[in-house]
């Protein structure tokens, strides 16, 4: 059992070392940085996801699952759920953080905005693993209108 | 379902040693195809990991100092027990055991059964456990040095490589004084 304070602390020592490579990326420099936070958070989503008890994965509805992620997942990896959650019901979800722990060391403000993508790239990731693992696979983008507030948005793709 | 977070054995609890994990296998990946590197990367990653951790222990001091309401330790054996029975169990949940005091009483022994970074992982097949396990190291001299302990820490035995159990030795170099004016004493 490791303390989410950990978690967090890694999180941005992980952040800097991966972009570390490239200390002045062109854009294509930084997209694979990004790529690769998100495909290491989907890799340890997924793995999250493999060690929930049987019981926990018999969901009714595929809102459910987004809201034991918004829920569950998000009070283990964070201290806090998810501030809200919405959907068109056709396969598209929005959670809204209101105060993403993995933002709040960046100066609340929009000047730190373009920074933010970086700190959000695993967790985007995390939600897609934990997903696919759950039987859903999706694609999950994120976006911050202003800091430390971010909206992840869950696209569900039909089989 | 939504008692899941709360319980002790909570899976999403190994976020950390998972994310580490990855983290360890994505930066091998990353230097696999750069010859030049290959063969520096276990001392790249070692000091890199060791500067890592470093930068998470200055951090979590604070955290642990807010939360635990330890009071200052007055000698190195109080700093072990602390470390061990307090620290350890708040953040890792487990608590070593402290053996191997040397007779200055300058250097000790934390064992523990398995090594707490490790779940689940599978370690890059010619890659050396220190490397990984040098986060820890680095995590356990940053939050000491903001206590004013310069200290030496390192694994002398890990179940990742085999050993029987996980032993790190932490070993006190000296006290961090205040910094005075020069010319005084």
């Known amino acids: 059992m490791a303390d989410a304070v950990l978690f967090e602390f890694l999180h941005m020592e992980m952040v800097a070392e991966l972009c570390a490579h490239d200390p002045d990326p062109g854009p294509g420099g930084q997209n694979t940085n990004l790529s690769v936070l998100e495909s290491m958070g989907f890799r340890v989503g997924q793995a999250l996801g493999e060690r929930l008890p049987r019981e926990m994965l018999a969901f009714r509805e595929e809102l459910d699952v987004l809201k034991f992620l918004c829920k569950d997942l998000w009070l283990a990896a964070f201290q806090k759920q998810m501030d809200s959650l919405r959907t068109n019901h056709q396969g598209t979800y929005v959670l809204h953080d209101h105060s993403f722990p993995l933002l709040l060391p960046m100066a609340a403000g929009l000047q730190y905005l373009e920074e933010a993508p970086k700190f959000l790239a695993f967790t985007c990731g995390l939600l897609r693993g934990a997903l696919c693992t759950l039987g859903i696979e999706s694609v999950v983008t994120a976006s911050v209108a202003a800091l430390p507030g971010c909206k992840f948005q869950v696209v569900i793709r039909n089989a | ?185």
């Open chain 2, 1 to 185: 379902v939504s008692n899941f977070a709360g319980r002790g054995g909570s899976s999403f609890s190994e976020l950390f040693t998972l994310t580490y994990g990855a983290l360890v296998t994505q930066l091998c990946k990353d230097y696999e195809n750069d010859e030049d590197v290959n063969k520096q990367l276990d001392k790249i990653l070692f000091s890199n990991f060791l500067s890592r951790g470093y930068n998470i222990g200055v951090r979590l001091i604070e955290d642990f100092l807010a939360r635990s309401n330890v009071g200052r330790c007055h000698d190195f054996r109080e700093t072990a027990d602390v470390i061990a029975k307090v620290a350890f169990k708040m953040y890792l949940g487990i608590t070593p055991s402290i053996t191997n005091w040397s007779p200055a009483g300058d250097e000790f022994s934390l064992i523990l059964e398995n090594n707490p970074l490790v779940d689940f992982v599978e370690l890059p097949d010619n890659h050396s456990s220190l490397i990984y396990s040098n986060l820890l190291c680095g995590v356990l001299r940053g939050a000491l040095e903001m206590v004013q302990m310069a200290v030496e820490a390192k694994f002398v035995q890990d179940t990742l490589k085999g050993d029987g159990v996980t032993e790190i030795r932490m070993r006190f170099i000296r006290r961090i004084e205040d910094n005075l004016p020069a010319g005084e004493e």
